[in-house]
């Protein structure tokens, strides 16, 4: 007498549980005892629906049956060839091509295992760019947290890699470390930057300020109202500074990456500067009056008009450096140097322009003054 359809179905279902915790377990162990048992289990169930659907009695498929007394497995399990497909330790008749000749074909979905490569990486990344998030808020001292959020952001970027190698499982993580590091490195510079155009922006109008009302102390040789003709040299203690031209026109700049050289496409004017070391025994040094990117005093140049137009200095961008122009040099005694300063195009029919050096520059006090007129400016 055949089983009946429900023991048939609840055996099938059997099979396909014991089949998918042996596939699970032989992917995470290889070989135990447990997986053993499945084995038997599996082959036991396997016999019960073959006799079944000969037609042969199975009345003993009513009673639970054993895994730890199972029926004899066939030898030819273990001296059998290799069949492609074929569960190790099963009957070769029984499982071909992943698929049992007595019941259905079972799909077992393994559960999705998160890279842990990938997730410790993602971790670490974290904990690195937290601190440079908290302090990024900070004014300048959150550049300070540059390093650990950028070595976060490399971290974070790496196990996304392992993670997209991987089939993109576990980049959830690491993909949000890397967002993280790159908000922390974003809030540090952007902050950072913004005070610092506002610090540059205040001095500038600090120092426009104080030369519209002429509060420009330290003027060597008289008063602050008493400005040096553009033919005649200043002196300020060991230092003589004198204009050695100035030229309106096309200013020839140079590369330094490529040492090309090239021409400004709008007229400028270029003022040549030299400073003379009178001193028999002290060295100075000299920044140039072309001023730094930030700096907490004044160290730049300024020139304005008889009308009271302020002229703006200009650059030409990275790399990009007017011919005669230095940053800093040393003033050895008794030795020279020249600067190139350039500014904008000043408006027809002035009657002079006012240029101002801060003395602090070379190591001196307030400010070198000299007046321009415009029969003094070459045409090039």
Do not use: C
């Amino acid at each position: 007498m055949g089983m009946s359809e429900e023991v048939r179905a609840l055996l099938m279902r059997e099979a396909e549980s014991v089949l998918s915790e042996w596939k699970l377990l032989k992917k995470d162990n290889g070989e135990s005892a447990e997986i053993n048992k499945l084995e038997l289990r599996y082959n036991e169930l396997r016999a019960l629906l073959k006799r079944d659907k000969d037609g042969e009695s199975n009345e003993e498929v009513v009673r639970p049956v054993s895994v730890t007394s199972p029926p004899p497995i066939p030898d030819s399990r273990f001296s059998s060839p290799a069949v492609q497909g074929q569960v190790p330790g099963f009957d070769s008749a029984v499982v071909r091509d992943g698929h049992d000749r007595g019941i259905p074909t079972v799909n077992v979905n393994l559960p999705e295992r998160t890279n842990s490569t990938s997730l410790v990486l993602a971790v670490f990344a974290f904990i690195l760019a937290l601190p440079a998030l908290l302090i990024s808020w900070i004014p300048m001292l959150g550049l300070l947290g540059l390093p650990l959020a950028f070595l976060g952001g490399v971290l974070a970027f790496i196990g996304v890699i392992i993670a997209l190698a991987s089939k993109g499982r576990g980049i959830l993580l690491p993909g949000l470390a890397l967002l993280f590091s790159g908000f922390s490195v974003f809030v540090s510079i952007g902050i950072s930057s913004m005070v610092a155009n506002d610090i540059s922006e205040a001095v500038e109008e600090s120092n426009r300020i104080a030369i519209e009302s002429n509060q420009v102390l330290g003027v060597p040789g008289g008063e602050a109202t008493e400005w040096a003709y553009a033919d005649t040299p200043v002196r300020q203690g060991d230092v003589q500074v004198s204009i050695d031209a100035v030229s309106l026109g096309n200013v020839p700049v140079v590369n330094s990456i490529t040492s090309s050289e090239s021409v400004s496409n709008s007229t400028l004017l270029g003022v040549r500067l030299s400073l003379f070391n009178e001193s028999a025994q002290k060295k100075l040094e000299y920044s140039s009056w072309n001023g730094k990117d930030y700096s907490f005093e004044r160290d730049f140049a300024t020139l304005q008009d008889n009308f009271g137009n302020v002229y703006k200095r200009v650059s030409f961008g990275f790399g990009e450096e007017v011919v005669g122009s230095i940053e800093s040099d040393s003033l050895y005694p008794g030795t020279s140097l020249s600067d190139v300063l350039v500014f904008e195009s000043p408006i027809p029919n002035i009657e002079f322009l006012e240029l101002e050096l801060p003395a602090s520059n070379f190591g001196g006090t307030g400010m070198i003054r000299f007046r321009i007129k415009p029969e003094s400016i070459a045409r090039i």
